[in-house]
């Protein structure tokens, strides 16, 4: 290779490389690289900015009839309560199945000037809890029992069938059988935020809650087998 045509490739992959650092650069003045806490992406210095926040859904601040759906959220640091909110506008295809009061939303979207941000981009990370399932009932004990247990606070230990669990605000969340093929099937209503693993068809669930009137269990609090 020639001189003049070693200095031609040369300038070529500077322009090439300078062209790369610009886009960066520009993808970084509009995109958070980390999840920004709830108290910073509300700072007006975000406003049209699209941000990466992360914070815990405030109970009680959704309803998944809404179209799009609106939630709050917080950090998690705030027990008090007097932090900053932000109200997200979620438009996303699917609302992740594990959501619910108290989950933790990551969202992306751009920041608004009333502390609000529109997502389409949105997922959820709850803490796992655990019980022993011992003296739990199985599925097919409970619904054997099912009239006499109207009311009655009781807890029961099964499977996820088919590792199928619906959004939240759905007239069933999942059901709940003694093992994956079994008859015997519980449908269970739940509200709150649900651990990722419930969705794996060999996660062992202990539930807690009641019979309803139609025969669907009410649960309360939903955990992983400590077994």
């Known amino acids: 290779m020639n001189k003049r045509a070693r200095n031609r490739l040369i300038g070529i992959s500077v322009i090439i490389v300078l062209g790369v650092i610009a886009l960066f650069a520009t993808l970084s003045a509009n995109t958070s690289s980390y999840n920004m806490t709830v108290a910073e992406a509300a700072q007006a210095e975000n406003v049209g900015k699209r941000v990466k926040v992360s914070g815990i859904v405030v109970n009680g601040s959704w309803d998944r009839r809404t179209n799009p759906m609106r939630f709050e959220i917080r950090d998690e640091d705030d027990t008090d309560g ?20 108290g989950v933790t939303a990551i969202v992306t979207g751009e920041m608004e000037d009333d502390a609000t941000i529109r997502s389409s981009e949105m997922i959820t990370k709850c ?9 739990a009932y199985k599925v097919l004990q409970l619904k054997e029992r099912a009239d006499a247990m109207i009311g009655v606070p009781v807890r029961v230990a099964g499977f996820v069938k088919d590792g199928k669990v619906n959004p939240p605000g759905s007239a069933v969340r ?19 935020a649900l651990p990722d693993e419930v969705e794996s068809t060999d996660t062992k669930l202990v539930l807690t809650g009641e019979m309803n009137s139609n025969g669907a269990f009410d649960a309360v609090s939903v955990a992983l087998d400590r077994n």
Do not use: C, H, R
């Not at 932090?83 to 699917?94: E, N, W």
């Not at 803490?127 to 003296?135: G, H, L, R």
């Open 82 to 101: 007097t932090g900053a909110v932000i109200t997200v506008v979620y438009a996303g295809a699917t609302v992740p199945s594990t959501f619910g009061d």
């Open 127 to 135: 803490p796992s809890k655990y019980e022993s399932a011992t003296d």
């Open 174 to 192: 999942f059901i709940l059988v003694d093992e994956q093929g079994s008859p015997a099937e519980l449908n269970v209503t739940f509200e709150d």
